[in-house]
């Protein structure tokens, strides 16, 4: 069982969520991989099944309350909970204020929003560096390419101008 405090960074994680997704060009699910949860909502949101739906509305009589329980507990419940409950406080929060700063100050809320919009971008930028490469199988030591190899003469290849094609100064790449 987690705790109040547990419940309650949670509750904050939604709020930041609710808040990015209030605010155009940024995606709640990318706060949710930025915080750390995105896993856990992901693993959340595909346990939802129609069958497990049904199992939880049958928990309204009181003899099939403990297989409500059990599909509650199957699609952590309590956390969906608790996150939408985060995410909807934000979004109506946000939405107001956000309305009264369009039309009082328009040009400092489009900064704002162009900001968080780079951030996102950089911090996904630098998530993806951080992680291996998938569908790529590391190559032993023996097997370099020819190419890979220190001392290969560079080849030379020709640069073309994006609106006339014509031939730009030539550069030199491995």
Known sequence: MA???????????????????????????????????????????????????????????????????A??????????????????TAVVAVLSGVDYLLETRPVATYGFFFGLIAASAAVLSAASRSTRRVGRRPRSRGSRSPSSRRGTPRRRFRARCWSCSSPVRSQSVR
């Open 3 to 69: 705790g109040l405090r547990e419940w309650a960074a949670l509750y904050l994680k939604g709020v930041a969520m609710g808040s990015a997704d209030a605010v155009p060009g940024v995606s709640g699910g990318t706060i949710a991989l930025i915080v750390g949860i995105y896993e856990r909502l992901i693993a959340a949101v595909t346990a939802v099944d129609p069958a497990r739906i049904r199992r939880l509305l049958a928990g309204a009589r009181p003899a099939n309350i403990p297989d409500a329980r």
């Open 71 to 88: 599909a509650f507990h199957e699609i952590d419940g309590a956390f969906l909970f608790v996150l939408l409950a985060g995410i909807g």
